[in-house]
């Protein structure tokens, strides 16, 4: 199967607020008033989140479809916590990102519990947001002048 390949691109609204265009998406990403932003969209690691999120879902389906087992739909939970000490350069002593996220997904199918399991492993193997998060990929940052 060939490799797909994504692209955005970003443009800075205000020093807190981003708009981002995906495909024909705009999708606004800013701060809460206490991290000085204006709270009109969700910030960036919550996105992080929503992404999460949202592949675990397609995985969900996907994986239920293949296995033969009706899901009628998933509730799906995540938190993380973060020190802010690093973004702020306030202190090296943690990373800048999550510490840790947990997740809870909560499938509405008549599925039993060794299904489930073997479901679950699937998801989390297969899902490409979540192997993002738990593996390192290569990010390279450069700068060009506008």
């Not at 193997?125 to 998060?133: E, G, I, Q, S, T």
Request: charged share 30%; net charge negative; proline share 5%.
């Amino acid at each position: 199967m060939a490799e797909l390949k994504f692209d955005i691109s970003a443009v800075s609204e205000t020093p807190a607020r981003t708009r981002v265009k995906a495909r024909d998406f705009d999708i606004i990403v800013d701060e809460p008033p206490g991290l000085g932003g204006t709270d009109q969209a969700a910030n960036p690691v919550e996105y992080v989140m929503a992404a999460l999120a949202g592949c675990l879902n397609v995985m969900g389906h996907l994986i239920a479809d293949e296995m033969n087992f009706a899901l009628r739909g998933i509730e799906i939970e995540i938190s993380g916590t973060l020190n802010p000490a690093r973004l702020f350069g306030k202190s090296e002593a943690d990373r800048a990102g999550y510490k840790h996220m947990t997740v809870t997904l909560k499938p509405d199918c008549d599925a039993d519990e060794d299904t489930l399991e073997k479901w679950l492993q699937a998801v989390q193997d297969r899902c490409p947001v979540c192997d993002n998060l738990k593996y390192e990929t290569p990010v390279d940052v450069g700068v060009e002048r506008v």
